[in-house]
């Protein structure tokens, strides 16, 4: 079974964000940037899906800029086959970036396409079931675990109050979520090798978009707060203070 | 002018308390726009409690969207039912919640409507050039103002920010063929497995009491349950990823940049550093309070109120003196000027009754 696993290039969860000078976007100097942690999640469950099978390549697929090429890499140096860079700079609008991922995925053969929950930079939580419509695909959102079945999948979600098991018939969607996958760590062999593995680019279809971020700001400070007391001769004090003051009890 | 469609989630039938909130943000939105509020009701014909609940957060009419089928509508059908509706009756927005449900159903609608979609809106307003949403980006260190120019503009609403206001009025109730015929081919859910009790889920509760890796142990967790049970049925357990990852606690109570983004009224960090992933999930919180018995501990640089101390001392001792206050103040409660969250907590619990 082939596996495409889309991927994002998103700025490392520690990075101090400065809002640019003309307001709408963000400094990206000296912004580190990494794949989205959940990719790294669906990077190991398509790995391990192929290796399972003993057949089978998984390709990685990113929108973004030319830099996205490290993300690829590191993808590669995980033990992915092959990827591919569709060049441009995506935007919020998750839309847009869900009409250039499934151009491309539709000239695609794999058999399930993996998307991460989220990308940690805009947090829009949209473009995988947003892709499974536009190639109409069964789409399982928020999953666990995925086991190989034959023409189909069976995955685990994680929904309110439990966890739904479900079947997908292939071609499929799912985003990937904390789960089974622990992302591994990269071999030095493993960065040997994907220095050699094929890496396309391509220039991204241009798409129009309705939306437009004005300005981005800083959340209000929140004002100081201040330590009660110590220890347990501070507990009724706590609790007059939630009570009178912050009235949340 | 055109209308603003709420989407009103349902479990087991009833309707969801988030709900209240989505009618109220659509009321504010069609209240700038000059127009008028259609709440989706997904769990079909017969409900008239669920009318009453929705026309008094400002709903003019609701919409029973009847499937013809028993049970609940898969996500595929009602997807479809929702992007029909919304192209025959011309909305000039729809709102969702940033709920599980919400978040697998709404991009689905959008896609249908090749319109973009804006999640985890905190504010929202119209002016003559379109809506304009305030969102979250970079796990809350910055908020996005953001235009979308075209009808119809698809939002989802976080949960717990946009107050469920009254705005009484006596919404008809019409019974609506779900259109669109969308089917769930290829999906066939074989199973579901409840992870115990039916806890509240995490980003929706109103006060969240969370755990760190202070608290050792994964048996030391009846001390935490504890303070929740002390503080309701509308608090709920979160955990720091440290506790997850150490399977101490399922990932669906994490908190933080990979875990859930709460808003509550009150959340306490029990023992929790307050490392930058753990703030970026919490920091928008109503009121925080923190206990860690390191006064130099990060999270007190975003805590209203701390304590240094140690957790297992100070956690048993606040349960106890919560249980006290609502034992003695339990009888002015409801004449007392209440918190916000009193008032909603109360209106929660009529719509479920
Ligand atoms: C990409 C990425 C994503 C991440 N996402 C998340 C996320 O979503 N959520 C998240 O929480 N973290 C996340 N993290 C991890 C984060 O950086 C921290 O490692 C984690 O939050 C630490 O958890 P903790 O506060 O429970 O543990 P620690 O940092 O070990 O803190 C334990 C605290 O308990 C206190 N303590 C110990 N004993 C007691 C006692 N008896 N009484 C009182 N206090 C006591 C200590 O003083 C200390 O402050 C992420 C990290 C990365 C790199
Ligand atoms: N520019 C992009 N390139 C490749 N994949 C992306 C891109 N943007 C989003 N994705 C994928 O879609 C998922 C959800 O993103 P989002 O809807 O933006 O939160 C991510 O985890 C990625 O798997």
Known sequence: MNITVCVKRVPDTETRIRISEDGNDIERDGVKYVMSPYDEFAVEAALRLVEGAGAGEVTLLSFGPDAAKE???????????????LKGEPTM??????????????????????????????????????????????CATSVTAIDAGGDAVTCRRAVEGGQEVVDLDLPAVATVTKGRYEPRYASLRGIMMAKRKPLLEKEAPAIESAL??????????????????????????LVRLLREEAKVL | MAGVLAVAETRNGRVGSV??????????????????????????????ELAATLSAR???????????????????????????????????AAVFAATGPGRDLAPRV?????????????????????????????AGKALARVRVGRAPVLLSVRPNVFAATESPRDAAVEVVAAGGGGDSGGYRVRGFEPSGGDALDVSEAEIVVSGGRGMKDPANWHILADLKDALGDTAALGASRAVVDAGWRPHAEQVGQTGKTVTPKLYFAMAISGAIQHLAGMRTSGVIVAVNRDADAPIFGVADYGIVGDVFEVAPKLAEAIRELRSSWQPTVDKAPQAPGAARRRAGKAEES
């Open chain 2, 19 to 48: 709900s209240g909130e989505v009618v109220s943000a659509a009321r504010g939105l069609a209240d700038s726009l000059g127009s008028q509020v259609d709440v989706a009701a997904l769990a079909g014909p017969g409900s008239g």
């Open chain 2, 110 to 138: 959008a896609a249908k409507l090749a319109s973009p979609l804006l999640t985890d809106v905190v504010a929202v307003e119209a002016d003559g050039a379109g809506i304009v949403a305030t969102r979250p980006v970079f």
């Open chain 1, 71 to 85: 993300t690829l890499r590191a993808g590669l140096a995980l033990g992915a086959h092959r990827a591919v860079l």
């Open chain 2, 58 to 92: 400002g709903a003019d009419r609701v919409l029973e969207i009847d499937t013809g089928e028993p049970g609940p509508a898969s996500v595929a059908v009602n997807a479809a039912a929702l992007a029909a509706l919304t192209r025959e009756r011309g909305y000039a």
């Open chain 1, 93 to 138: 609008d998750g839309w847009a970036t869900a009409r250039v991922l499934a151009e491309e995925l539709a000239g695609d053969d794999a058999a399930l396409v993996l998307f991460g929950v989220k990308a940690v930079d805009d947090d829009q939580q949209q473009v995988g079931p947003m892709v499974a419509e536009l190639l109409g695909r069964p």
């Open chain 1, 212 to 237: 437009v971020v004005e300005r981005l700001e800083y959340p209000a400070e929140r004002p100081p707060g201040r330590i009660v007391g110590e220890g347990v001769d501070a507990v009724p004090e």
